[in-house]
């Protein structure tokens, strides 16, 4: 399974993960001219060598109208003003930046959010790449019609910057869409303290965009004073991530470095690590409970609705309760789409009154079946191998329906298979051996 897994200890901008993106691109040189042909007029992008902390990664460079966006005094750890970051605002007001004094021509342009996805729908790219900017851009005015009190309908994009802000965000989801990673995890994000200028004043770090955008995502502020991360960072994570935390298991093939420009005592990057995992990795969710008032009847037949309802697992684990009642500790396993399900099945039927919901991280080894012929018929083997290890265990139901069949032992047959099961590895191992490959341990249990 490929992984993505990007870090944001200096929090995130649209053009630092762009950056960082690129560089685990195949070849991306490619990128930075395939960005260039997709149909934004008078805009260029170009990949810069920076270095920072001594470290050497890419930054990127939008050029609209010969003008190098972020030019202006950089609030940001990106180095782009914070207006370049955040070009939306409430229908009624009015500003000026840095680069309105060099187009005066657009200081009354606004685009709206239908006329930005219009944009973005003419560019030369993959239908999902359109889709997928387009619900970075539904999610950035989201977040403005919420801290501004409005509809969606009534935020507008201002025209100027706009250019670089679509580059930023495209360019992010086309390379995305190049890397094609199974699966993206996101460190938590560092924020920043303090306060940034914005068209509506001085504003608190993360600005109230951002903020917005952050829900439910892990953040903290750090010390690093400044805006770290900008509302197009934010949107990018929010959209793409499959999950927040530290780095899992994985056999890292690259890692891209998208630098900032402002230089800080830490290093001002995004990284981005891209790598195989050898075996399954996946979020899930423990739902749990504490019983002291349910039969043991009650508690068995609420394991099939539980199951029902999509739990992965199952268990129950017999405890001590307050004044020395025995109970149980009921405990369910889900993925992200079916913890609610699940959990609203345990309240329904156990006797609890509320439910603990955790998120876990877990590792699992690959499984398959195989089948071996014994004196008794077929018998189905459950193979699992993952860490260089590999795990075998007779099916119950195929031993079960042989010994029953046969009138013998479920132990009878469960030993036929494992010893059969043990041949057909030697004879394999063997030819193994000769053909020069060194086969994996194995573990079988009986």
């Known amino acids: 399974m490929k992984n993505l897994y990007i870090e944001c200890d200096m929090g995130a901008a649209g053009d630092m993960l762009m950056a960082a993106l690129m560089e685990l691109c195949p070849d991306p040189k490619k990128f930075i001219e395939k960005m260039n042909a997709i149909g934004l007029e008078n805009t260029v992008v170009k990949a810069v060598k920076r270095e920072k902390c001594g470290i050497v990664g890419s930054g990127i460079d939008v050029i609209v109208n010969g003008i190098i966006e972020g030019d202006a005094v950089g609030a940001t750890a990106s180095g782009r003003p914070h207006n370049a970051n955040n070009r939306y605002h409430d229908h009624d007001h009015k500003h000026h930046n840095h680069h309105e004094e060099h187009h005066h021509h657009n200081e009354h342009n606004h685009s709206s959010l239908e006329c930005i996805k219009s944009l973005i729908y003419s560019l030369d790219i993959p239908e999902n790449v359109k889709e997928k900017a387009t619900e970075v851009y539904s999610a950035l005015a989201e977040a403005e019609a919420f801290v501004h009190g409005r509809e969606v309908s009534h935020v507008h994009f201002h025209e100027v910057g706009t250019l670089d802000a679509v580059c930023d965000i495209v360019g992010c989801c086309l390379a995305l869409d190049t890397i094609k990673p199974d699966k993206i995890t996101v460190s938590p994000v560092h924020v920043g303290f303090g306060s940034v200028k914005c068209q509506h004043g001085v504003l608190p770090v993360p600005a109230p965009a951002t903020a917005y955008l952050l829900k439910g995502i892990p953040a903290y502020g750090g010390e690093i004073k400044g805006e770290l ?138 499984s398959k079946t195989e089948t071996v012929e014994t004196k008794y018929g077929n018998i189905v083997i459950k193979v699992s191998s993952g860490y260089g290890i590999s795990k075998t265990k007779p099916e119950y139901e195929s031993v079960a329906t042989a010994a029953k069949k046969h009138c013998v032992s479920f132990a009878e047959v469960k030993k036929c298979a494992v010893l059969e099961f043990a041949i057909t590895e030697t004879d394999n191992d063997n030819d193994n051996v000769r053909a020069g490959f060194k086969p994996a341990p194995t573990q079988v249990f009986e």
């Open 229 to 366: 991360c900008t509302p197009t960072g934010a949107a990018l994570l929010k959209t793409f991530a499959h999950s927040f935390g530290n780095m899992s298991v994985m056999t890292v093939e690259k890692i891209g470095y998208g630098m900032g420009k402002r230089s800080f005592e830490r290093l001002n990057c995004v990284r981005a690590f891209l790598g195989e995992t050898e075996q399954n990795s996946d979020d899930v969710y423990e739902i749990s409970c504490n019983l002291d008032d349910i039969t043991a009847e009650e508690l068995a037949f609420s394991y099939d609705l539980i199951f029902e309802a999509g739990a992965l697992d199952v268990f129950a684990t017999p405890t001590v309760m307050k004044k020395g009642r025995p109970g149980h500790i009921l405990t369910a396993l889900a993925k992200a789409d079916k913890k609610d399900v699940v959990a609203k099945a345990i309240l329904t039927h156990t006797t609890t009154r509320g439910v603990r919901i955790s998120q876990k991280n877990r590792l699992t080894l690959s």
